[in-house]
């Protein structure tokens, strides 16, 4: 039992990693679903996520993680908040 446990922790740290690396930059608005527009946008924890509207601007602030989970799901990755 203990070689299974020792086999597996590391294939599931393998696809969890994989997973990640395997998300798309965003394109589509995590709000109501629509193409992206680069002139809207919200900055949240160093991540920038965009907007089809800007009522989604205003919705996305209310509960920012809801929207960033559902990115995730989507296989989708906000873009990194640019420095400068």
Known sequence: MKIGKFLFLPLALMLAFATAALAEPQTTCPVMG??????????????????????CDG?????PQKYLDKLKEQGQEPAVVPKG
């Not at 629509?34 to 009522?55: N, P, S």
């Not at 919705?59 to 509960?63: C, R, W, Y």
């Open 34 to 55: 629509g193409t992206i527009t680069k002139k809207l946008y919200a900055d949240h924890d160093g991540k920038r996520v965009y907007f089809c509207c800007a009522y």
């Open 59 to 63: 919705v996305f602030k209310k509960d």
